[in-house]
């Protein structure tokens, strides 16, 4: 075996390295690349999302558009860029050969003059921000000048380069394309990449500065209105977009729009188009069926619209996409951690959204629930202002165009914001480990060879044994959030900790999603799912659920509610699913229960 392996990443090496020699047709894989043109040219692999082109002309000339980061928002635009352009027509055979829109070009094909921006090339300290901007768009007017002048008149370009501010540019170019007869698209990714970053980091007072009033953002949006023919603007999160409104108010959200749901991001015959192409080139004895099954609870399941819920498939994140390939080309074998390590940017961005929360707790709780519970029931909202990030709604909302949560269904007319996937359900149990290690004086150490104990030899009793013994004496904590539900985040946060099982409190069991009972019933289910990837000899596997009772409980009490349990595990156990993701191990149902903050019963169940 060891020596199929060796071959293996040999030939994937190989292949690597000398592909374009032995085929000169073959796409490589765009790892990070968001050039249109570089695609192209240099034949890397496109997933081909030119139908959608017709579809953002039919809404209106003027759209504004959201996805979470790594989406594929800035080739999208790329891709529009191209295709609109003017300076580009006589590429249009090389550039968009073999794509649907090739065979089916609209009138607007390259009848503009475009001027392309991304705001997240604007960086700095709050002080740093204003002439940082007039900076960026000084380099790229004067770049805009320089490209077009042949449209204008001679010394166009340096007429431009005449003024100073970006507001004097772009004031003088809208006047000269006017003049001249000339269509302009305005292009803008990223357009509040810099206003969020000073919302998470200065707070709401420095963010309006720039957003409301005088401020100097507001006032570049005020120029784009009413003076290009087309604008389509790309970003996270609508909270900009409203705190800008009076300043530009004529675009066309399209964000949750149910026929647009499938623009960005990768469907899963999208995926298995790509692993059908890569797989025989890598070396791996996997089938495709088998890497969608490996990829699926990792990187799939955003849904961006109510209505496509029972329509549409599923999304797959892009670059996590592109991740696991790209290992699997480099190593001849899939990644050996699933997780994207870019993901822990939103990481990063959740803590910082997290921290505005300097009145009350309610944006931690929000967190904390939607970790422990694995959704959420509320309503996307299009727009609100920062302002009123202090509403419950909103803050979720926020959450949801980040790609914390999507939507997975509907419930009393209110839309169920689910976790998508183990990705970002690792980045919410790290945020609550991170909460209780400040407090907690849990030897994590100890803690991991217990794990180890448990994974390889079934004796899970020490590992439950010690949780329950640092929340019993963790008084600084619970006493932030008493009872059932930290009770709950707190086994969560800790038994995320191991890398070799994938922790799952809403895994589909006997009978659908496995909902937890309310407070007095469970504290939860937990399954703790091997991860064969990682470690493959893991030998043992576990369904654990969490009783609670109120610290004056009678014992009469506490045992009906042990009954009731064991009827409840048994039921779990059961489930033909639990069967699929344990398989090869041996699965253990254990109860863990609680009086108050003390371990009351710690035993497990016969299947």
Not at 96 to 117: C, D, K, S
Request: hydrophobic share 35%; proline share 3%.
């Amino acid at each position: 075996m060891a020596l199929r392996l060796s071959f293996r990443n040999f030939a994937a090496k190989f292949y690597k390295n000398h592909i374009q020699t032995l085929m000169p047709d073959f796409k490589l894989l765009p790892m990070g690349i968001a050039d249109f043109r570089r695609i192209r040219r240099e034949n890397y692999y496109y997933v081909d999302k030119t139908a959608w082109i017709p579809k953002f002309e039919q809404v209106s000339s003027f759209l504004f558009f959201c996805r979470p980061r790594r989406f594929g928002k800035t080739l999208m635009l790329s891709v529009l860029e191209s295709y609109y352009d003017c300076k580009q027509t006589g590429d249009w055979d090389w550039l968009f050969g073999g794509l649907w829109i090739h065979e089916h070009p609209t009138a607007e094909r390259g009848q503009f003059q475009v001027i392309r921006l991304d705001f997240s090339q604007v960086t700095g300290t709050i002080d740093e921000l204003k002439p940082m901007l007039d900076s960026y768009m000084d380099i790229m007017l004067n770049s805009f000048a320089r490209k077009y002048e042949d449209m204008y008149f001679n010394g166009f370009r340096k007429e431009v380069e005449k003024y100073m501010t970006a507001k004097e540019k772009l004031t003088y170019i809208l006047k000269a394309a006017k003049d001249y007869g000339n269509r302009l698209y305005l292009i803008l990714d990223e357009y509040d990449n810099f206003t969020n970053t000073v919302l998470a980091q200065h707070g709401e007072a420095v963010y309006r500065t720039l957003t409301h009033a005088d401020g100097f953002y507001r006032h570049l949006f005020k120029l784009f209105k009413g003076n290009f023919d087309r604008i389509l603007m790309m970003g996270v999160s609508p909270v900009t977009m409203d705190d800008l409104t009076s300043g530009y108010n004529i675009a066309t959200n399209i964000t949750t729009r149910y026929n647009f749901n499938l623009v960005l991001g990768f469907s899963e015959p999208e995926v298995r188009a790509m692993l059908d192409y890569y797989r025989p080139l890598s070396g791996t004895e996997l089938t495709t069926d088998e890497m969608l099954d490996q990829m699926r609870p990792w990187y799939d399941n955003y849904c961006f619209a109510e209505k496509a819920l029972k329509t549409d498939p599923k999304m797959f994140n892009s670059n996590m996409v592109t991740y696991y390939i790209g290992t699997l080309l480099d190593e001849g074998t899939p990644p050996d951690s699933m997780e994207d390590p870019n993901a822990k940017t939103d990481y990063t961005k959740l803590r910082q959204l997290i921290r505005l929360d300097t009145i009350d707790s309610y944006r931690r709780g929000i967190v904390h629930r939607i970790a422990q519970d694995g959704y959420i029931y509320s309503k996307v909202k299009d727009y609100f202002p920062a302002i009123e990030l202090i509403k419950k709604e909103n803050f979720i909302s926020l959450l949801y165009y980040y790609g914390m949560i999507t939507m997975t269904g509907t419930y009393h007319g209110e839309q169920r914001l689910g976790i998508p996937n183990n990705n970002v359900r690792r980045q919410y149990y790290d945020f609550l480990l991170d909460e209780y290690q400040r407090t907690a004086d849990l030897d994590t150490w100890e803690l991991k060879e217990a794990f180890k104990g448990a994974a390889y030899e079934g004796e899970w009793r020490t590992l439950l044994q010690h949780i329950a013994d640092c929340y019993r004496e963790d008084s600084a904590v619970r006493s932030a959030i008493e009872g059932e539900r930290h009770l709950q985040g707190y086994f969560l946060a800790y038994l995320n900790m191991y890398q070799g099982y994938l922790t799952a409190p809403e895994v589909e069991l006997n009978h659908g999603y496995c909902e937890r009972l309310r407070v007095g019933a469970s504290a939860g289910i937990f399954f703790l799912m091997p991860d064969k990837l990682r470690q493959p000899d893991i030998a043992h596997s576990y369904i654990i659920e969490l009783k609670y009772l109120k610290a004056d409980a009678t014992d009469e009490e506490a045992k009906g509610q042990w009954q009731e349990a064991e009827t409840q595990i048994r039921q779990y156990g059961q489930g033909s699913r639990v069967a699929l993701l344990s398989r090869d191990t041996q699965l253990h149902l254990v109860i863990v229960q609680f009086r108050g903050p003390r371990l009351l019963r710690l035993d497990d169940v016969e299947r």
